[in-house]
């Protein structure tokens, strides 16, 4: 039998009102309220990091705020920067790829609901992961959506909506998202 937090990996609809997940979420709260409030000392706020996130590379800086679920599926490669107000709804991973810039605003969700009204109400909800590739660049006001991937060297224009996986070095903007341009 497997517990709600494995198949909420497994991407299965799982319960996110069971009590291990409530308490893993509780503790990414505590930890993201220290961060939110540290003053900027870049060692200390690189150490709150560590403890929340999965895995983080050399050279990140996340401004304040930022909220997260859980904070331990987010991993971030090398020189990794996120602008004011990210939201990343890590109920599956979310991985970055180096020198990876998020403009302000930008969120990315891992978690989604079933479509049909009678199984949502219920409760239950599932969540697919995020890839982001080396060298991208997303602008401020982007939404990613569950499941996506997007490919190396390639550039999210401001207040994009990210449905689907983007390939690589392209320009691609608009909601939903589509590639304009080849790079």
Same mark, same amino acid.
């Given at each position: 039998?497997? %517990? ?9 609809? /799982?319960?996110? =009102?069971?009590? !291990? ?13 220290? /961060?939110?409030?540290?003053? /900027? !000392? ?13 895995? @983080?590379?050399?050279? @990140? !800086? ?7 679920? /859980?904070?331990?599926?987010?991993? %971030? ?13 890590? $109920? ?30 219920? #409760? ?7 890839? @982001? ?5 997303? #602008?401020?006001?982007?939404?990613? $959506?569950? #499941?996506?991937?997007? #490919?190396?060297?390639? %550039?999210?224009?401001?207040? %994009?909506?990210?449905?689907? =996986? ?18």
């Amino acid at each position: 039998m497997k %517990t709600e937090y494995q198949k909420m990996l497994a991407g299965e609809l /799982y319960d996110a =009102n069971d009590e !291990d997940l409530f308490r893993l979420r509780i503790k990414a709260r505590a930890l993201m309220h220290a /961060y939110n409030q540290s003053p /900027y !000392d870049k060692h200390a706020r690189e150490l709150l990091l560590q403890e929340l996130l999965h895995k @983080i590379g050399k050279n @990140i !800086d996340i401004q304040t705020p930022f909220f997260c679920d /859980y904070g331990v599926h987010i991993e %971030t490669g090398d020189n990794f920067f996120a602008n004011f107000n990210c939201v990343f709804l890590d $109920c599956n991973f979310i991985k970055f790829g180096n020198n990876v810039f998020l403009g302000p605003n930008v969120q990315i969700y891992a978690a989604h609901h079933p479509l049909i009204a009678a199984e949502r109400i219920k #409760g239950p909800e599932f969540a697919s992961p995020v890839t @982001i590739g080396d060298n991208v660049w997303i #602008g401020g006001g982007t939404i990613i $959506c569950p #499941g996506v991937t997007i #490919g190396a060297n390639t %550039t999210i224009g401001a207040g %994009t909506v990210v449905v689907k =996986n983007i390939p690589a070095n392209v320009v691609a903007v608009g909601n939903p998202c589509r590639v304009i341009r080849e790079l």
